[in-house]
């Protein structure tokens, strides 16, 4: 019913930023809360960012508080992720992910219901 198609990773060094996309379709006039999560190997999958349905409201994890901005420039279901003074431990696979048949209060996975394939960025050293 949600398609969300992530692009923008890459490979950069320490310092550098990189802006990722998340483009959504499927279920034409409806609009729902987003968010971008991220997993490294052998980690649990992490909570990044939040935006409400109408970008009004966003929410980040302390770890990227001042670096990271997210996005939704207009109503439409495209978000984005500006991140700054990248380093290497935000290197993992980030995901995009829409919240479509409940609030969310806790920023957990559990609480978004569609889920884009992933987008890799790397940050050496």
């Known amino acids: 019913q949600v398609q969300l198609v992530e692009s923008g990773g890459g490979l950069v060094q320490a310092g550098a930023s990189l802006r990722l996309s998340c483009a959504g379709s499927g279920r034409p006039g409806a609009r729902f809360a987003m968010g971008w999560f991220r997993q490294a190997p052998g980690k649990e999958r992490e909570f990044v960012a939040h935006v409400s349905w109408n970008g009004a409201t966003t929410n980040y994890a302390d770890s990227v508080k001042g670096r990271f901005a997210i996005s939704r420039p207009s109503a439409e279901n495209t978000i984005y992720l500006q991140m700054n003074s990248l380093k290497p431990d935000d290197t993992a696979v980030y995901y995009c992910?829409?919240?479509?048949?409940?609030?969310?209060?806790?920023?957990?996975?559990?609480?978004?219901?569609?889920w884009g394939q992933g987008t890799q960025v790397t940050v050496s050293s």
């Open positions: 992910a829409a919240s479509v048949f409940g609030a969310v209060t806790r920023f957990i996975a559990n609480e978004y219901d569609y």
